[in-house]
């Protein structure tokens, strides 16, 4: 990884009000910040919302104009539900110049004084081209499901959190510089994890990440979510809950099967920063039959994206904080 001499900045953000959201019905419930009931099931329309509002932005690629809008756009969402917005900037060889640009991951942090902690993440930069495209390679890359339903899930998950009762403390980290790649096999991948995690390592943080829960390409309409290996190697005890969780909530597209490897922002995570993080991915996109000729394509669109797939990922993650966050209380309870 070809990381330059980096200095970590987490500057808190001055609030600013909210111009932008994501649907219409999300300002209105904005304006009542009281939100749900332990109850208030994921919404899959409004992560569905996410996704079309990202994605009509157009190409997010790390340094972008693109970038900075969606940036804008995830402070404004995140901060009227409650939660304060850091951004962790660190700097990288851009591979078209061998110059030093800026990426910057956002953090996203819910009940700061909790020490404890638990990770949500993905990334949100898209790749530069569609470079697996059969016709046009240098077209233009939208990233719906790879970048994008990651953003949708967590924009959705966020409403659930401010009132969510527990030890934990909780983190929405958006990676950038996942795919800066420009040249596979050349560009280093994984920035913005890497930096991250090398930052956590040194001890560079005040707290203690239990768990942390990688999503990547969890729109496809043809959901196919099994057990990612490096996640089992790394996450065994992770993996295996969230699968059970989605097991007792009757989500059958969390396929108790070994899965495909995959190099993703989870093995920085994992093997720098020792934090046990599991992948939720499902690389088959469209579909096991068709494998993955979406992917790094034109293809990759909202058309090509269901609501009711980021649906059952978003209510998975969010039974599954529910549960793990009860538990520590009961624990604390019996000491
Ligand atoms: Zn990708």
Redesign the pocket.
């Known amino acids: 990884m070809r990381l330059n001499q980096t200095i970590l900045i987490l500057t808190l953000l001055a609030s600013s009000s909210v111009s932008v959201a994501f649907a219409q019905s999300e300002t209105k419930e904005s304006q009542q910040p009281a939100l749900a009931a332990a109850t208030d099931p994921f919404d899959k329309d409004q992560a569905f919302a996410a996704l079309e509002r990202v994605c009509e932005i157009g190409p997010r690629m790390s340094t972008s104009d693109g970038m900075a809008t969606q940036q804008k756009l995830l402070i404004d969402h995140f901060q009227a539900i409650g939660a304060k917005a850091y951004y962790q900037h660190f700097n990288v060889n851009d591979p078209r110049t061998g110059r030093q640009a800026k990426l910057s991951n956002l953090i996203i942090r819910w009940h700061p004084e909790r020490k404890k902690r638990l990770m949500f993440c993905c990334?949100y930069d898209?790749?530069p081209f569609p470079d697996r495209d059969p016709v046009n390679p240098q077209g233009v890359f939208i990233?719906a499901n790879?970048?994008g339903s990651g953003v949708a899930v967590l924009a959705e998950l966020g409403r659930h959190i401010e009132n969510m009762d527990g030890q934990y403390g909780i983190d929405f980290v958006f990676f950038d510089g996942?795919?800066f790649v420009f040249v596979a096999r050349r560009d280093p991948m994984f920035l913005g994890s890497g930096y991250f995690a090398k930052q956590y390592a040194a001890g560079r943080y005040d707290v203690k990440y239990e768990y942390a829960i990688l999503v990547?390409?969890v729109g496809d309409k043809d959901l196919q979510l099994k057990l990612e290996v490096h996640s089992l190697q790394y996450a065994k005890k992770l993996t295996k809950s969230i699968w059970s969780v989605a097991a007792k909530l009757g989500i059958k597209e969390f396929i108790v099967r070994r899965g495909h490897t995959i190099r993703d922002d989870h093995l920085p995570l994992n093997q720098i920063a020792g934090i046990p993080t599991c992948d939720i991915i499902d690389f088959d996109y469209p579909n096991p039959k068709a494998g993955n000729q979406y992917?790094?394509t034109t293809q990759d669109k909202v058309e090509n994206c269901s609501a009711e797939s980021l649906g059952k990922v978003g209510t998975v993650l969010l039974e599954w904080t529910r549960q793990i966050q009860q538990l520590n209380r009961v624990a604390k309870k019996r000491k």
């Open positions: 990334h898209t790749r990233g790879d970048g996942e795919e990547d390409m992917w790094h």
